[in-house]
């Protein structure tokens, strides 16, 4: 069965730094981009970071430049989401998601997500 | 970067209505458009790709058409389970955004 499965979520303060995971099974991970969305509570979809296969190309939302960091170890079919500098606006839960034939293209794999809570 | 807007935001409808849903890409996608379903408290579902594809496993009572700039999701017979919110994502390019998403409620 192909899964994603999110984790490292959890509840911390403006300025911290959390690390998410996405531990992918069920298909051949370094095949496919990867990307992260978020949703914000009572609110829509925000595509977040990308990156492809090989992990040799990233993308990022400008909400999140400079401050998150996308990485993946296609050895152990996990890809990661570095969140430094976190303010009340990151507040979301967080889905990682697979690309359905390769390189951007539509998420047809997603993730049941994890909660990032930031607050005083 | 290129902006997705969705109408209308909210839509009032009755089981066995046919439902349509636009996106309109602020330049040219080209077909890069992909329509999702979200129920509440769960990770989107993917419904058509390419902007007319539909993804397997998905009901043929869902269609979607468009190029360019301007795009349409229809339900062509509403059913109970169709209540839901849908939203449209380019992948044309990067930043890949999606638009602000149509509620569809019980009329």
């Known amino acids: 069965e192909v899964q994603l499965v999110e984790s490292g979520g959890g509840l911390l303060q403006p300025g911290g730094s959390l690390r998410l995971s996405c531990a992918a099974s069920?298909?051949?991970?370094?095949?496919?981009?990867m990307s992260w969305v978020r949703q914000a509570p009572g609110k829509g979809l925000e595509w977040v970071s990308a990156?492809?296969?090989?992990?040799?190309?990233?993308y990022y939302a400008d909400s999140v430049n400079g401050r998150f960091t996308i990485s993946r170890d296609n050895s152990k079919s996990t890809m990661y989401l570095q969140m430094n500098s976190l303010r009340a606006e990151d507040t979301a839960v967080y889905y990682c998601a697979k690309e359905k034939r390769g390189v951007r293209d539509a998420f047809d794999i997603w993730g049941q997500g994890t909660m990032v809570t930031v607050s005083s | 970067d290129i902006q997705m807007t969705q109408s209308p935001s909210t839509l009032s409808a009755s089981v066995g209505d046919r439902v349509t849903i636009t996106c309109r890409a602020s330049?040219?996608?080209?077909?890069?458009l992909a329509w999702y379903q979200q129920k509440p408290g769960k990770a989107p579902n993917l419904l058509i790709y390419e902007a007319s594809n539909l993804e397997s496993g998905v009901p043929s009572r869902f269609s979607g058409s468009g190029s360019g700039t301007e795009f349409t999701l229809t339900i062509s017979s509403l059913q109970p389970d169709d209540f839901a919110t849908y939203y449209c994502?380019?992948?044309?390019?990067?930043?890949?955004?999606f638009g602000g998403g149509t509620k569809v409620e019980i009329k």
């Open positions: 994502q380019q992948y044309n390019s990067y930043p890949l955004p």
């Open positions: 990156i492809t296969g090989s992990g040799g190309s990233t």
């Open positions: 330049q040219s996608i080209s077909s890069w």
């Open positions: 069920g298909f051949t991970f370094r095949n496919y981009a």
